[in-house]
């Protein structure tokens, strides 16, 4: 899958939108059996990309990886192993961005019964790599926090919690709000602002639910500016410039196949506005910053 980025977050975004054509049922009940092995593969997209003004959309960095996973039940949890496969990755940050590089390490992820992690076997921190990376302070700063191998393990376990937040032996109503209250007191590392069921729907021949997370950070994603300036030689220019905090939007979509509630497909999608600012020479540069992920199950 050799897609560029030109076009692909609004690509993305449009195909999110069609989910309703492949919907046959407005409800059903969610009763899952996890079985006690099973074995799939993992086809990742990432991909970051900037906007300036009104001209065309700036290719940042691209990232595909193949990964196998393999599950199977413990002694009052579950094994989940993860092997890569294959890794191609281009553009600025191909060599610096954490939660893209832990994708070449080997990883066993130990889970309780409820399939949250309880430990992960594998995984060590980046710090010593990213530490000798050229860039800016503030620049190494989000990269070396997101490299922390205690907010990594949180981020797995808030991984496995969202795709286990599909209330289970209820009706379920397709397009129709999901209760969040509960979710967001065991989640340490976002709060979802609302959710939404979108309803059944066929991946790859499993009949999946799919349904989605909406949620805010209030940053200006310094990584994406920084690709900005050195995704092109014409925007180095603008590493002189300064900007301010801004509300970042973002969704996780969440499928998990209808009778085991194994994952089918993730993808997270995060955008925001920001200005580039130049004081001493009042100068503006209207900036839009996207974010695009997926992961699709096989």
């Given at each position: 899958m050799n897609m560029g980025s030109h076009g692909i977050v609004r690509f993305a975004l449009s195909a999110f939108a069609g989910l309703s054509f492949w919907q046959c049922e407005r409800t059903v009940v969610f009763a899952p059996k996890v079985p006690d092995s099973a074995h799939f593969r993992d086809f990742h997209l990432g991909t970051y990309s900037t906007k300036y003004d009104e001209d065309k959309e700036i290719e940042g960095t691209i990232f595909q990886t193949t990964l196998s996973f393999d599950l199977k039940k413990e002694s009052g949890g579950w094994l989940w192993h993860r092997k890569l496969d294959t890794l191609i990755a281009r553009g600025y940050h191909?060599?610096?961005?954490?939660?893209?590089?832990?994708?070449k390490v080997d990883l066993d992820f130990h889970m309780d019964a409820s399939m949250i992690p309880i430990r992960i076997n594998g995984y060590d921190s980046l710090k010593a790599v990213l530490g000798r990376i050229q860039q800016k302070e503030e620049f190494k700063?989000?990269?070396?926090?997101?490299?922390?191998?205690?907010?990594?393990?949180?981020?797995?376990?808030?991984?496995?919690?969202?795709?286990?937040?599909?209330?289970?032996?209820v009706k379920l109503e397709a397009k129709k709000a999901l209760p969040v209250t509960e979710l967001n007191k065991s989640l340490e590392t976002v709060k979802v602002d609302s959710a939404r069921f979108d309803g059944p729907r066929p991946r790859l021949k499993r009949t999946c639910l799919d349904f989605t997370l909406y949620y805010h950070r209030t940053?200006?994603?310094?990584?994406?500016?920084?690709?900005?300036?050195?995704?092109?030689?014409?925007?180095?220019?603008?590493?002189?410039?300064?900007?301010?905090?801004?509300?970042?939007?973002?969704?996780?979509?969440?499928?998990?196949?209808?009778?085991?509630?194994?994952?089918?497909?993730?993808?997270?999608?995060?955008?925001?506005?920001?200005?580039?600012?130049?004081?001493?020479?009042?100068?503006?540069?209207?900036?839009?910053?996207?974010r695009y992920e997926e992961d699709i199950y096989e």
């Open positions: 191909k060599l610096s961005m954490p939660h893209e590089l832990e994708r700063k989000v990269l070396l926090q997101s490299s922390d191998t205690a907010h990594y393990r949180a981020e797995w376990r808030d991984w496995w919690r969202m795709n286990n937040a599909l209330p289970k032996g940053d200006s994603l310094a990584l994406l500016v920084e690709q900005f300036f050195f995704s092109g030689t014409q925007n180095r220019k603008y590493r002189k410039y300064s900007w301010k905090p801004t509300v970042v939007q973002g969704f996780l979509q969440y499928s998990v196949e209808r009778s085991t509630g194994l994952p089918c497909f993730q993808s997270k999608t995060e955008m925001a506005d920001i200005t580039l600012e130049y004081k001493p020479e009042k100068a503006e540069a209207p900036i839009h910053l996207y």
